[in-house]
Structures are given as structure tokens and as C-alpha cells.
């Protein structure tokens, strides 16, 4: 497996108090290009630490992340912020809409700030229809259900057509019905886009929209013999050197 993002023995740990807590201890794997892979397990885990530092978001302790071959820790807070700008979107639990901006606005947002005047309308109206919130574009958030905010948010991460999408629990605040639509859009986007989209999860049934699962427990990664919790169709696989 040629990798397109690889972690490497990732360790990252938070100061409570007077306490160091291990959010990871040696996390390793390696995703290809145009993987769809769930990342599964209990609060406390370590999967948010573990999209954070994916994202660029935060610096490990130690350990590297590499983005098509490009290392994070080698880059400045400027080079790093171009590369999350030009390969990853962003999907998180919250909504993080802007609330003074139309639906339509939130989206486009997102292509101002990577540098684009404005986003490919065909591919917009495209998106926006397949999310079905073409006809709601003109509201604001407030004017919304949580189920539509997060598809405007969805429709926001893929404007650009990344080539990684990062999903931080993007169905831990939607009813059943919202949450097939976002998973399903997932799914479209990795096959028809070929994008490759990494998914942060604790539902079981959202982790099988996945082509391969990685269990995580205690800030390591496990078997799922490891997991009494989870019982799913495939195990991470071994990092290659």
C-alpha cells in the first residue's frame, strides 16, 4: 500500500493540573489514496487528538504525520496552513457555520479562503442538491435544523474538492435520517471524487460506510479482539515501513 497520509509512532500527551494525561502512545498506520477509513472507540480513546494532529491542527509531542509525502513537522505555521487549505476539508461535530451568513455564503466562504474567487457553480449546485439544501441556501443558520447545518457544513468541506476529507464525528448531533444523508455523501464524494476521506466515529453503524476500520482504545490502536465494544468487518491494517 503506497500511503497518501501516514502517522508514525504519534505520541501526545496534555497537562491537567498538576497530572500529564497520554492522549496517544505510538499511534502508527497509513491510509491510500482513496480509502474511505473509519476510526473507532470509546470517549477517551484518543480519536480526536489523532484528527487534530492528522489536520495540522496541533503539533504531536513526537512522531510525524505526512500528507502525499509531505511532513508536517518539517513545515512553518504558514506552509502548514497552505496545505490544509489546498488538500483537506474539514467536517466537525459542531457546525462551526457562521451565523450572519446565508447557507449559501458559508459555502462559498470556504473557496475565498483558499484563494478562489468564487466555487465551481456546476459543482455547487451539484453538492447542494445531493445534500438537499438546494432550496435553502438563502437562510441563516438559525433559520436551519441541525441536520441541514450539517450539510451546509459538509457542502462547505468539499467545495474545493480536497483530496482528504477529515470528519470529526460528523453524525454524533443528527437523527438517523440526517445521518444517512451525510454518510452517504461521504461515500459518494470518496467514490465518485476519489476523494480520501478519514472518519472519526463512536457509532458502529456510521464506522461500516467504511472500506477498512481502525480501533483505538487507551491511545493506542487494538485488534477488535482487543474491543469488546466494537465487532467490525475489518481490523487496521499493519503499518509497512
Request: hydrophobic share 40%; charged share 25%.
Amino acid at each position: 500500500m503506497q500511503a497518501f497520509i501516514e502517522a508514525r509512532e504519534l505520541r501526545k500527551t496534555y497537562r491537567v493540573g498538576k497530572i500529564d494525561v497520554p492522549a496517544l502512545r505510538g499511534v502508527s498506520f497509513a491510509v491510500a489514496r482513496g480509502e474511505f477509513v473509519t476510526v473507532v472507540g470509546p470517549s477517551g480513546s484518543g480519536k480526536s487528538t489523532l484528527f487534530y494532529l492528522l489536520g495540522g491542527l496541533t503539533r504531536a509531542d513526537s512522531g510525524s504525520v505526512s500528507i502525499d509525502g509531505v511532513d508536517f513537522a518539517t513545515l512553518s505555521d504558514s506552509e502548514r496552513t497552505r496545505l490544509r487549505k489546498s488538500k483537506i476539508g474539514f467536517v466537525f461535530q459542531k457546525f462551526n457555520l457562521l451565523p450572519t451568513l446565508s447557507a449559501r455564503s458559508n459555502i462559498e466562504i470556504a473557496a475565498d479562503i483558499a484563494g478562489r474567487s468564487k466555487p465551481d457553480p456546476a459543482f455547487a449546485k451539484k453538492i447542494t442538491e445531493m445534500l438537499g439544501i438546494d432550496r435553502r441556501l438563502d437562510h441563516r443558520p438559525s433559520e436551519l435544523s441541525g441536520g441541514e447545518q450539517q450539510r451546509v457544513a459538509l457542502a462547505r468541506a468539499l467545495i474545493n474538492r480536497p483530496a482528504i476529507v477529515l470528519a470529526d464525528e460528523p453524525t454524533g448531533n443528527l437523527d438517523s435520517k440526517n445521518s444517512e444523508i451525510v454518510l452517504n455523501m461521504l461515500r459518494q464524494s470518496n467514490q465518485e471524487l476519489g476523494q480520501t476521506v478519514l472518519m472519526i466515529t463512536h457509532n458502529p453503524d456510521a464506522a461500516e460506510y467504511g472500506d477498512r476500520i481502525i480501533h483505538m482504545r487507551d491511545g493506542q490502536i487494538v485488534s477488535p479482539d482487543d474491543d469488546p465494544q466494537w465487532s467490525p468487518h475489518h481490523a487496521a491494517e499493519p503499518m509497512k515501513s
